[in-house]
């Protein structure tokens, strides 16, 4: 079992930047595929892609919503994978969870489905 905990979150003026954390509890931690999502308000309970990183950081994706202004990478020594946002819009306001996968193939996803890890979220909110 992975536990995954993220950190970073908070307040922010939109324009402004911030960067999240993820830290897993496993060494094998690298072996996982990770990605980012989100849960925005005022929108179903489904999790909105952010990001995905292949498990040695060798590949990413991105949402079209955050893409130029999104950033994803993995630190597999520290065990920790990080999303780094700029210019940052209310409506990227939301709880962001960090996901984990065993399966390897493909090196990232956007789907939710795929993902068994979750952490508990982190709330990222936008003042305009």
């Known amino acids: 079992q992975v536990r995954l905990v993220e950190s970073g979150g908070g307040l922010v003026q939109a324009g402004g930047s911030l960067t999240l954390s993820c830290a897993a509890s496993?060494?094998?931690?690298?072996?996982?595929?990770m990605g980012w999502f989100r849960q925005t308000p005022g929108k179903d309970r489904d999790r909105e892609f952010v990001?995905?990183?292949?498990?040695?950081?060798?590949?990413?994706s991105y949402a079209d919503s955050v893409k130029g202004r999104c950033t994803i990478s993995r630190d597999n020594a520290e065990n920790t994978i990080f999303l780094q946002i700029h210019s940052l819009e209310p409506e990227d306001a939301g709880i962001y969870y960090c996901?984990?996968?065993?399966?390897?193939?493909?090196?990232?996803?956007?789907?939710?489905?795929?993902?068994?890890?979750w952490g508990q979220g982190t709330q990222v909110t936008v003042s305009s």
């Open positions: 990001a995905a990183i292949s498990w040695n950081g060798g590949a990413t």
């Open positions: 496993k060494r094998t931690f690298s072996d996982y595929p």
């Open positions: 996901a984990g996968r065993t399966a390897l193939r493909p090196p990232t996803s956007g789907s939710a489905a795929n993902y068994e890890y």
